[in-house]
């Protein structure tokens, strides 16, 4: 695994979304069912990963991801998205992410720097893409 | 006597089917046409793309002096992620009138006796009675997060109205923390626009809260043919917890708190 994280591995961005990329709605994430207060809505990163598990499950999805650090390390990252019902009707489906997959994502990440972050977009390993890309 | 019954059993059969038959078609699903910050009166709001609970944004009902000011100390937590939102704790309803502005999807279900306004996230049912019935007696009603809703139909146009809410103590209209109070009642009219869009227009009365009537107006816009609707079970994988003093949490997928700062102290 972590031979296929070097080989994919980009450099992290973290892009100031709303001034320089377009692709971030001005509104920030989607209505969660809680607070988003936690995330940082003017930064998107971004970071080649490889999915551990997919979470497609109500009030939220999640995408649990390994991404690695500065030192070589891999760390689990949680990326929290919308609800289920409104992703499928946008075209997620139960199977967009599945164990191993390698993807790039971009997120807001947390404030306060834990590993965390709220999705934005991502590309699939077959150059598909959903969200904001 | 037997003829005779059956004879009217099935005029009375004849008039609703005649009814049915002069409700307009809501079938199908629908969204909020606006409001996707999740704020509750868009006409009002500043900024107007403004998301509710986000620093700085706020609408302006004509609330009475103490409520504004109620109001302006749930802002100023809301702006802190200190004031939780009720169905952020997965529990309880939403409640009328906010049901009105949710996310996800919605269905009205119309038929002469009764009509249901069915919201995906939640879920709530609102259910109004179009019986001839009137509201209970004071005595034979208690706050609920959805209220009593009696009325009529006006041509295409359903009337009715909403008392017996349970207001401030257990809900919100949005998350910058807009209360209203136990005394409210909502007047709303529904009808199909021209363009397609069904609208609701309500005129909030509230003795304790409001200096004057509030007028809202909302709209829904309907998805394509065949759109499915769904489960939202709200306790599933709740993964934001949310502590005593009002931070909300995020736990990693073996519920862990993923959290570096929280909180352990009221805030101000």
Redesign the interface.
């Known amino acids: 695994m972590r031979s296929i994280l070097s080989r994919c591995r980009i450099a992290i961005t973290i892009v100031v979304a709303v001034s320089v990329i377009g692709f971030v709605p001005a509104s920030g994430p989607a209505m969660a069912h809680h607070s988003s207060a936690m995330f940082d809505k003017s930064l998107v990163r971004q970071e080649s990963a490889i999915v551990r598990e997919f979470q497609w499950t109500n009030p939220h999805v999640w995408i649990q991801v390994y991404i690695e650090n500065e030192s070589g390390e891999q760390e689990e990252w949680s990326i929290e998205g919308g609800g289920p019902n409104s992703l499928f009707r946008k075209g997620w489906r139960p199977s967009s992410f599945n164990a191993g997959d390698v993807i790039e994502i971009k997120f807001n990440p947390m404030l306060d720097g834990s590993r965390a972050g709220f999705f934005v977009g991502a590309r699939l390993a077959d150059g598909r893409t959903l969200g904001a890309w | 006597m037997r003829l005779l019954s059956i004879y009217l059993l099935l005029c009375c059969q004849c008039a609703i089917a005649a009814d049915a038959l002069s409700l307009p078609d809501w079938s199908g699903v629908w969204e909020r046409f606006e409001g ?3 704020i509750f009166d868009p006409s009002t709001v500043e900024p107007k ?1 403004g ?1 509710a ?2 620093p700085g944004v706020r609408q302006y009902p004509p609330l009475t002096d103490v409520w504004e000011a109620r109001y302006k100390a749930n802002l100023a937590l ?1 702006a ?2 200190r004031l ?2 009720p ?2 704790f ?1 529990g309880t309803p939403a409640g009328f009138p906010r049901l009105l502005a949710l ?3 919605y269905e009205f279900i119309v038929r002469p006796e009764q009509s249901w306004i069915i919201t ?2 939640g879920p709530n049912i609102m259910r109004i009675y179009t019986d001839g019935r009137d509201h209970p007696l004071p005595e034979e009603m208690w706050p609920t997060f959805t209220g009593d809703s009696v009325g009529h139909w006006e041509g295409q146009t359903l009337v009715f109205t909403t008392v017996s809410m349970i207001g401030e103590k257990k809900t919100v209209l949005d ?1 910058s923390g807009l209360t209203l109070s136990d005394q409210a009642s909502v007047s709303t009219r529904m009808f199909m626009t021209e363009e397609g869009l069904l609208r609701a227009e309500l005129t909030i009365d509230d003795p304790v809260a409001l200096r004057e009537p509030w007028h809202v107006v909302r709209h829904f816009r309907k ?1 394509p043919d065949g ?1 499915r ?6 306790a ?5 917890p ?1 502590t005593e003093f009002g931070q ?1 949490l ?4 073996d519920g862990n708190t ?4 929280i909180d352990n102290k009221q805030s101000n």
């Open positions: 996707n910050g999740g793309d998301r609970g986000s809301a802190k992620d939780p939102d169905i952020s997965c996310p996800d999807v995906e996230n998350r998805l759109t609707v769904y489960d939202y079970a709200c599933e994988n709740n993964r934001n949310i909300t995020t736990l990693d997928a993923i959290d570096i700062v």
